[in-house]
């Protein structure tokens, strides 16, 4: 059974740093594709950034060149990485994934999801 518990979040100004946590069940790194997606009150959810076990990475748009992706399979945490953080990067962050290689950027194609960890940052 697939389990995923995100930590870190939290508030912080803009331009500040925050890394987010999700510790997986043993295997899911190497076998399923996981990923950040968020969600901002009265938005839909959207992926932020996805990762494969063949450490094939996406990234939205709108976090390319300040959000990352590592993770560490030995902890079985997958981290996302947020610098130069904004406003409009205030939202419920949740992990999720999929078996698979293949990630899909539509939240409807994963099976798995966290609890979610609130972000919020401000101006």
């Known amino acids: 059974q697939v389990h995923l518990v995100e930590s870190g979040g939290g508030s912080v100004q803009a331009g500040g740093s925050l890394r987010l946590s999700c510790l997986a069940s043993e295997y899911v790194l190497r076998r399923y594709c996981v990923g950040w997606f968020r969600q901002a009150p009265g938005k839909e959810r959207e992926a932020v950034a996805t990762i494969g076990f063949d450490a094939a990475t996406s990234y939205a748009d709108s976090v390319k060149g300040r959000f990352t992706i590592p993770q560490d399979n030995a902890k079985n945490t997958l981290y996302l990485q947020m610098n130069s953080l904004k406003p409009e990067d205030t939202a419920m962050y949740y992990c999720?994934?999929?078996?698979?290689?293949?990630?899909?950027?539509?939240?409807?194609?994963?099976?798995?999801w966290g609890q979610g960890t609130q972000v919020t940052v401000s101006s």
């Open positions: 999720a994934a999929r078996y698979g290689s293949y990630c899909y950027i539509g939240p409807s194609m994963y099976n798995y």
